[in-house]
């Protein structure tokens, strides 16, 4: 069980730790519970366990280090001269700058992110090093340009949108439970696999608006690692309601343990189906936290998810609620690994007969 190997005490305040303790206890309990009496055949949905694509990554480089870099083993699609002659949207301004969808004559779409910053020294090094990340789970990047005045990370256009446009009902599909659960493992595996890639490596602002949808509705992670380009916006990134709290400490800079915090929220919203800040003030651990007390714990679900009255999903979704919850704890020694939760969805949603 994950949860006993993190807690430790120390000389924070001994109040909020043991609140975690006991939480901590009580999952461990249902938990435990609930999966002894599962059997183990385990259902991986997807089609490779670690979901790295076995092509290994080629980089074609411009001579001058300067100008236009695609990553991949394709040929070069377009131009840089093609880019700025095209038909472009405006489809948001992020943390990171602006972002366009590209149209270009005869070929997909294309989404181009204009840095406002530009990366600090070395950053083409660590923006080849983004591209060399690849991953079912994981949106790639698909060129970048970096000029004389501005730097430009391009990937492919989803025309699906993101899970945020999804939850925030900005469409009439609403999303049953198979296709949440699916969507939340897959977001983890993809994490896990930026988690491996090395101790400091982590996503940085992860949210549900960068988590964007296939027309399967599998989940592609988008604009992992940009913070770590631009260290001087990682204070400002993951916006409220998916700020682990330690970044409140100026000291503190985005982690693999903020990205799993971040990961708790985005299950909360897949759970509950509410936006990250609920009400004026209120985060959702928090709300949730406050839910439990006041209210029968089924009313903190969205209430579409509940419509089939199916005990087995229920299941499923109080123990995912459970996870979420140790994922936004608030200390992150507490919280437990995003390998640890990509093995706990499987476990809890994939090792049954559904
Ligand atoms: N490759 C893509 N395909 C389709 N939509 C995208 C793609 N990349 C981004 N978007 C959407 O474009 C909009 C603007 O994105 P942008 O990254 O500028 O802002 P954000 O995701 O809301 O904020 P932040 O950059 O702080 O995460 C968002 O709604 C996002 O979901």
């Known amino acids: 069980m994950f949860l006993l190997g993190t807690v430790k005490f ?4 001994i109040t909020e730790i043991l609140i975690e303790v006991v939480i901590g206890s009580l999952v461990i309990l249902v938990t435990w519970l609930i999966l002894s009496k599962k059997k183990c055949a385990i259902h991986n949905p997807c089609s490779s366990r670690t979901g790295m694509e076995v092509n290994h990554i080629t980089h074609r480089k411009s001579n001058d280090g300067i100008g236009l870099v695609f990553f991949g083993k394709g040929e070069k699609e377009f131009e840089m001269d093609q880019l700025f002659a095209s038909q472009a949207e405006v489809l948001g301004k992020g943390t990171f700058g602006c972002t366009y969808k590209a149209n270009l004559e005869g070929k997909d779409a294309l989404v ?12 083409k090094e660590k923006i080849e090093d983004l591209g060399g990340m690849v991953h ?3 949106l790639p990047l698909k060129a970048y340009y970096h000029g004389e005045d501005e730097t430009l990370l391009i990937s492919n256009y989803m025309p699906m949108g993101s899970l945020s446009h999804f939850l925030q009902g900005r469409t009439s599909i609403s999303l049953n439970w ?27 602002n992860l949210r549900s608006s960068n ?29 409220a309601g998916y700020r682990a709290p330690e970044l409140a400490n100026a000291n503190n800079t985005v982690s693999q343990k903020t990205d799993v915090y971040s990961f708790g929220v985005v299950l909360l919203e897949l759970l509950t189906g509410k936006p990250p800040k609920h009400g004026v003030s209120e985060d959702l651990p928090k709300w949730v936290i406050s839910m439990f007390q006041e209210k029968p714990i089924i009313d903190v679900f969205d ?9 087995e999903i229920e299941e499923q979704m109080f123990l995912i609620l459970q996870l979420a ?30």
Do not use: W
């Open 10 to 13: 120390s000389v924070e305040p």
């Open 112 to 123: 181009i992110k204009r840095l406002k910053t530009r990366p600090r020294a070395f950053g």
């Open 136 to 138: 079912e789970n994981l």
């Open 178 to 204: 198979h296709v949440r659960r699916k969507i939340a493992y897959g977001v983890a595996r993809g994490i896990e696999y930026l988690h491996s890639q090395g101790p400091n490596v982590c996503h940085g």
């Open 211 to 239: 988590i964007l949808l296939t027309n399967s509705f599998d989940a592609r992670v988008s604009e992992f690692g940009i913070a770590q380009l631009l260290p001087a916006e990682s204070k400002l990134n993951c916006i």
């Open 303 to 311: 209430q579409k998810l509940l419509t089939n009255q199916d005990m």
């Open 325 to 354: 919850i140790c994922c936004t704890f608030q200390y992150p020694k507490n919280r437990p690994s995003i390998a640890v939760v990509a093995n706990r969805i499987r476990d809890i949603c994939y090792s049954g007969s559904s």
